[in-house]
């Protein structure tokens, strides 16, 4: 019975020895493989290009992909002004990840999203990606803030599992 508790050390330390390299081995492939993601995304918007964006996502249904906006306070002060009920972080329905790309093809002007103080936290298997964003219209930023997506990684590669976002305009105070 005394040989269990060894063998039992033992086995748990060389596996947590391992743990470490295995997570290091990976984690700059992981990080690079992550920031082709959001290069791509970056990109699909620019070139209009449905597919590839798609592609870049969990499901292929609005319902399954987290996409959460959370208005500024001054920018939600004045939003009440023609909509009282307005709420800091309402869900809406019609704005996911398939009217943004559907939006940029319909249009006839160019929309870009630039990212910046990205920071990718990652195990392998999911991730953690912030950013501070601006959205350009036509060359013009039309609103920015900070954004947050989770990722997990699948047989077909990094997918993108849900976006938080939180968005300043021309309302909101300068910073």
């Known amino acids: 019975m005394s040989l269990a508790p060894a063998r039992f050390t033992a086995l748990t330390l060389l596996l947590a020895a391992c743990l470490p390299a295995h997570a290091a081995r990976n984690a700059a492939a992981d990080t690079q493989a992550i920031e082709q993601v959001i290069e791509s995304f970056?990109?699909?918007?620019?070139?209009?290009?449905?597919?590839?964006?798609?592609?870049?996502?969990?499901?292929?249904?609005?319902e399954d992909i987290g996409w959460q906006v959370v208005s500024e306070d001054v920018r939600l002060q004045d939003i009440r002004r023609t909509k009282p009920d307005a709420i800091k972080a309402r869900q809406i329905p019609a704005n996911n990840f398939i009217a943004l790309i559907d939006g940029a093809v319909a249009s006839p002007k160019t929309k870009e999203e630039k990212f910046s103080n990205t920071s990718i936290q990652t195990d392998g298997d999911v991730a953690s990606v912030s950013f501070d964003y601006s959205f350009h219209d036509d060359g013009v930023i039309t609103n920015w803030g900070t954004e947050m997506w989770q990722l997990v990684r699948t047989e077909r590669g990094w997918k993108i599992f849900s976006v938080v976002y939180s968005m300043r305009d021309a309302r909101s105070p300068k910073e």
């Open 42 to 62: 970056r990109t699909s918007l620019i070139n209009k290009d449905k597919p590839t964006y798609m592609s870049l996502f969990f499901s292929d249904k609005a």
